[in-house]
């Protein structure tokens, strides 16, 4: 029995990274979900949200903004929007990114994508929850 997940994560920049983890933890458009060696096969959406993968019994936190997971055959391929290690989370310019997404909500005015303004306050907001993860 294969007690590893092969995981590819590409991002619009290209492969991101390709790890074995014992554990996937993510945030689908359907809830959370934990995804472990021999899971059935899937496909998810996946949410602006933090992911953990465990890798060598150790819990890696990354910051995930939307994208597609799909798993067969213990094999994983996450195809992300964008993607951040906890550690590489600038959180100064995510705190700058809140504050003009914050800024834009409020204006209420014609020319504001209420849209626009919330998808980035949302990115703003989950990588500094990242960057906080204990």
Known sequence: MNKMLK?????????YGNYEAEKIHCTTTTGE?????N???????????SM??????????YAITGGLLQLNDNEV???????????E???????????????RLARKDANTSIRRAQVALD????????????
């Open 89 to 103: 989370i600038d959180v100064e310019r995510a705190k700058r990114a809140k504050e003009r997404a914050e800024k």
């Open 52 to 61: 953990i993968l465990t890798i060598n019994h150790e819990e890696r936190v």
């Open 33 to 37: 979900c934990a995804i472990l060696p």
């Open 123 to 134: 990115r703003a907001m989950n990588r500094i929850r990242v960057a906080n993860f204990k």
């Open 77 to 87: 391929r996450i195809l992300a929007d964008a993607f951040e290690g906890k550690d």
């Open 7 to 15: 995981v590819k994560i590409i991002t619009p920049y290209g492969l």
């Open 39 to 49: 899971h059935m096969p899937l496909v998810a959406m996946i949410t602006t949200s």
